[in-house]
Nanobody, 131 residues
Framework: QLQLVESGGGLVQPGGSLRLSCAAY????????IGWFRQAPGKEREGVSC????????YYPDSVKGRFTISRHNAANTVYLQMNSLKPEDTAVYYC????????????????????????WGKGTLVTVSS
């Protein structure tokens, strides 16, 4: 049983903040690269925050840079996504994903986040930003 379980989604007003959590079961999250991805209706899946397991380097696309922060708490086997200054266009289902980082074709955390070829995926949590 290898799974990721997201929590913390909900309804928030524009300009508000929300923190998502992703708990891992059946494997040690500290050994994996982690990414947060989102899928909105009519849009392609987008990697919004990714972090490497080795050196902790991170990647954020321009759409969320400066507003979102990814972090991990290895002792709790949990990764977080802090979202500030939320906008209506942030409305989407947010997914947590993990990858062992053994694919030598992936040479950077940015590449991993953009390509999105992760091994394990959660079922997602809905974030709705609306007045």
């Amino acid at each position: 049983q290898l799974q990721l379980v997201e929590s913390g989604g909900g309804l928030v007003q524009p300009g508000g903040s929300l923190r998502l959590s992703c708990a891992a079961y059946g494997f040690t999250l500290g050994y994996y690269n982690i990414g947060w991805f989102r899928q909105a209706p009519g849009k392609e899946r987008e990697g919004v925050s990714c972090i490497s397991s080795s050196d902790g380097s991170t990647y954020y696309p321009d759409s969320v840079k400066g507003r979102f922060t990814i972090s991990r708490h290895n002792a709790a086997n949990t990764v977080y996504l802090q979202m500030n200054s939320l906008k209506p266009e942030d409305t989407a289902v947010y997914y947590c994903a993990a990858d062992p980082g053994t694919d030598k074709r992936i040479t950077s955390v940015q590449a991993m986040c953009v390509l999105g070829g992760m091994d394990y995926w959660g079922k997602g949590t809905l974030v709705t930003v609306s007045s």
